[in-house]
């Protein structure tokens, strides 16, 4: 199971940057995608979540009407537009998959390494 994780950067606030995710080695379809961030001295959260089979989809009030998450089952890879970035967004950005559908860490089986995203106000 691979999980590549790409996108971050440096970006101003107000800025966006879309992630993207690249998954092999699994069913797609059979799992729900998630990504996750942390930020130092923080815990691990979940920021989008989605069922790559239903389409539906999972966003903390923290950016909701920021992030949007979106699923392209042909490519077998996950995007998250991040729009009206905030400082307060800066964080390792995980993608991860899970069968269980939630979008809780501890859900989560198969973990990406981290893209680091840094807005600066």
């Known amino acids: 199971v691979q999980l590549q994780a790409s996108g971050g950067g440096l970006v101003q606030a107000g800025g966006s940057l879309r992630l993207s995710c690249a998954a092999s080695?699994?069913?797609?379809?059979?799992?729900?995608i998630g990504w996750f961030r942390q930020a130092p001295g923080k815990e691990r959260e979940g920021v989008s979540c989605?069922?790559?089979?239903?389409?539906?989809?999972y966003y903390p009030d923290s950016v909701k009407g920021r992030f949007t998450i979106s699923s392209d089952n042909a490519k077998n890879t996950v995007y998250l537009q991040m729009n009206s970035l905030k400082p307060e967004d800066t964080a390792v950005y995980y993608c991860?998959?899970?069968?269980?559908?939630?979008?809780?860490?501890?859900?989560?089986?198969?973990w990406g390494q981290g893209t680091l995203v840094t807005v600066s106000s």
């Open positions: 991860a998959a899970s069968d269980l559908y939630g979008c809780q860490a501890w859900e989560y089986e198969y």
């Open positions: 080695g699994f069913s797609f379809e059979d799992y729900a």
């Open positions: 989605i069922g790559t089979s239903t389409g539906s989809t």
